[in-house]
């Protein structure tokens, strides 16, 4: 139905940036909703940042100031600018997207990225 695919990990020295994008497809009527979530190992997923169809976002305290989520309607894609990183930005960060299909309009569902590795260290 929909498919999502994460690029832009990797290794960053503390201080450093990345950007993360992921690019929906598939047979998509709307999506409402496009976030980026991240968990490591013993702790639960968290969200980091959100943003909604209408433009307006949401972020995790830790990451405020430093992190801009931005989407590209055109293209179905959200991007994580990540600025000013540190260690503990360390995690496997997930693309989730609330979206519904052509061929269920009516029945909005939640997908998720394969994951994408972030590690902050000297």
């Known amino acids: 139905q929909v498919h999502l695919v994460e690029s832009g990990g990797g290794l960053v020295q503390p201080g450093g940036s990345l950007r993360l994008s992921c690019a929906a497809s598939?047979?998509?009527?709307?999506?409402?909703?496009m976030a980026w979530y991240r968990q490591v190992p013993g702790k639960q997923r968290e969200l980091v940042a959100g943003?909604?169809?209408?433009?307006?976002?949401n972020y995790a305290d830790s990451v405020k100031g430093r992190f801009t989520i931005s989407r590209d309607n055109a293209r179905n894609t959200v991007t994580l600018q990540m600025n000013t990183q540190k260690p503990e930005d360390t995690a496997v960060y997930y693309c989730?997207?609330?979206?519904?299909?052509?061929?269920?309009?009516?029945?909005?569902?939640?997908?998720w990225g394969q994951g994408t590795q972030v590690s902050v260290s000297s």
């Open positions: 598939g047979s998509i009527f709307s999506i409402n909703f």
């Open positions: 943003i909604i169809d209408g433009g307006t976002t």
């Open positions: 989730n997207v609330v979206a519904r299909t052509s061929q269920a309009p009516g029945v909005p569902r939640n997908y």
